[in-house]
C-alpha cells in the first residue's frame, strides 16, 4: 500500500522560509509524477509545483514560480518543497500528491486528481 506523509509545516513570519518534506513509502516512486497542492480555508485545492521523477522536469503554477522550488531523492523516496519569500497568502494545508498515469509535471498541477494523497501539514505565514 502506497503512503505519502508531509512534514515540515509550522508558523513563520512574512517573507520566511519553510522546508516541506514528503515521504514515500509501499514503492518506489521513480516513475510517478508527483506534485503539492494546497488548501485555504473556503477554497479550492490548487496545484503548486510538480514534478516528474522519472526525468525531473517540473512545473510551477504562478504562485509559487520563482519562490518556491520543488526536488526529489529518489535514493530517500523524499520529495521536497522549499518555500521562500513566504506571503500571509500562502497561509493554506499543503498536500503531497502521486500518480501513476500522468504524463508531465505541468499536467499533474492542472487539476488535484493523484491516485494516493498525504494527509496534509498546516502553513501558516504571520506576524
Known amino acids: 500500500q502506497v503512503q505519502l506523509v508531509e512534514s515540515g509545516g509550522g508558523l513563520v513570519q512574512p517573507g520566511g522560509s519553510l522546508r516541506l518534506s514528503c515521504a514515500v513509502s509501499g514503492r518506489t516512486f521513480s516513475s510517478y509524477a508527483m506534485g503539492w497542492f494546497r488548501q485555504a480555508p473556503g477554497k479550492e485545492r490548487e496545484g503548486v509545483a510538480c514534478?516528474?521523477?522519472?526525468?525531473?522536469?517540473?512545473w510551477y503554477t504562478d504562485s509559487s514560480k520563482g519562490r518556491f522550488t520543488i526536488s526529489k531523492d529518489n535514493d530517500k523516496n523524499t520529495m521536497y518543497l522549499q518555500m521562500n519569500s513566504l506571503e500571509p497568502e500562502d497561509t493554506a494545508v499543503y498536500f503531497c500528491a502521486a500518480d501513476d498515469y500522468i504524463l508531465t509535471a505541468q499536467a499533474m498541477c492542472a487539476f488535484p486528481v493523484g491516485d494516493y494523497w498525504g494527509q496534509g501539514t498546516q502553513v501558516t505565514v504571520s506576524s
Open positions: 514534478i516528474k521523477s522519472s526525468d525531473g522536469s517540473t
